[in-house]
Nanobody, 124 residues
Framework: QVQLVESGGGLVQAGGSLRLSCAAS????????MGWFRQAPGKEREFVAR????????YYADSVKGRFTISRDNAKNTVSLQMNRLKPEDTAVYYC?????????????????WGQGTQVTVSS
């Protein structure tokens, strides 16, 4: 079992940066692939980024590639999302998620545990 709590959201001007953090409980954190998703009002939850247990393999949605960086610290049971050059279209609630599989699909259905979400608002 994994419990996830996101933090770090807020209001930022376009072009600015935010760093989201996800704190995980439990001693099995390193066994899970971790992902970030986001959901804007009236839209489906969409994939943002994924990192495997070792941190050695990452994958990003095309919309954030080159701007966002996902990382994890298994010793601290945390996963982070560094968001740079933010755009208004990045505005959403961002969710941290954990998957039991080594390499889950890039969709919400591939993940087993979810945080409560943290709001990111990017003003133009």
């Amino acid at each position: 079992q994994v419990q996830l709590v996101e933090s770090g959201g807020g209001l930022v001007q376009a072009g600015g940066s935010l760093r989201l953090s996800c704190a995980a409980s439990g001693r099995t954190f390193s066994r899970y692939a971790m992902g970030w998703f986001r959901q804007a009002p009236g839209k489906e939850r969409e994939f943002v980024a994924r990192i495997i247990w070792s941190g050695g393999s990452t994958y990003y949605a095309d919309s954030v590639k080159g701007r966002f960086t996902i990382s994890r610290d298994n010793a601290k049971n945390t996963v982070s999302l560094q968001m740079n050059r933010l755009k208004p279209e990045d505005t959403a609630v961002y969710y941290c998620a954990a998957a039991k599989g080594l390499l889950p699909p890039h969709s919400p259905g591939g993940y087993d545990y979810w945080g409560q979400g943290t709001q990111v608002t990017v003003s133009s």
